[in-house]
């Protein structure tokens, strides 16, 4: 007697050494939540960006997240960008359309708004800690915001500082900093930026895109100078949220 089998909706994230993540529980969780039994979500833990091309051809993938480090590289590979993910060039979710696949970038959504309920008027300069694929929403939403910034880098490059040129004037007319390097994830939790910290105040805001750790070395120590802090789950809980709304208009 035949069966017929409910189509399989499969989702997932590309990234490398990816184990720890954020967005297979999540999402496990909320198709649970919904009753979408013949949904489901795996991480696909790529050496390097070429091996995607197993991955996007396999025919029952409805949706892809992607993070460290392919949110540049995986841009070849896309049929197309929407403005926004244009504009900042960077791309953390695929939706796969009739058109083909097309790039979003939900980071600056999620980042956007789980910023806004810390910021004050007077953080009007902001301090970027890294220049990677997630470092390009963020400097993006700052733009929207109209919050001036500028990136810090280990390299010397026309327009940024690097670690060592951040002094104490910098630090004291710059009141928003934002990691968005991986230094401080679990399980190197005593990792944290070179930067100067014992020129932090009440009038900083310390913000990490890292998640777990909830409380990092840098989150710790700017709490401990009275700053204002903030990690990066609710941005994640926020671009999943709209990765999700993403996946689902088509």
């Not at 060039?89 to 959504?109: C, P, R, W």
């Not at 902001?126 to 990677?132: D, E, F, K, N, Q």
């Amino acid at each position: 007697m035949a069966t017929t089998e409910k189509r399989m909706n499969r989702y997932g994230l590309l990234g490398k050494n990816i184990s720890y993540s954020f967005s297979q529980g999540y999402f496990t969780q909320k198709f649970n939540d919904l009753g979408l039994m013949n949904h489901s979500y795996e991480n696909f833990d790529l050496q390097k960006i070429e091996e995607v091309k197993n991955v996007l051809n396999q025919g029952d993938i409805r949706g892809l997240n992607v993070t460290i480090p392919y949110k540049q590289e995986i841009i070849p590979f896309l049929d197309e960008l929407d403005p926004k993910a244009k504009q900042i060039g960077a791309v953390n979710t695929i939706q796969f359309s009739k058109e083909g696949l097309i790039g979003f970038n939900t980071d600056a959504y999620g980042f956007q708004k789980s910023l806004e309920p810390y910021l004050k008027p007077h953080h009007a300069q902001a301090l970027i800690l890294g220049t990677g694929g997630a470092s390009k929403a963020v400097q993006y939403v700052l733009n929207e915001l109209g919050i001036k910034s500028t990136y810090v880098s280990r390299s010397k490059k026309n327009g940024q500082y690097t670690y060592d040129e951040l002094d104490q004037d910098i630090i004291k007319e710059t009141t928003l900093i934002i990691n968005c390097t991986p230094l401080g994830t679990f399980p190197n939790i005593e990792d944290k930026p070179a930067i100067p910290y014992d020129h932090i105040g009440t009038q900083h805001l310390l913000y990490d895109l890292i998640y777990n750790p909830e409380k990092t070395s840098f989150l710790s120590i700017g709490e401990s100078k009275g700053a204002s802090i903030c990690n990066g789950l609710k941005m994640l809980e926020g671009q999943a949220e709209k990765a999700w709304e993403i996946w689902n208009n088509v």
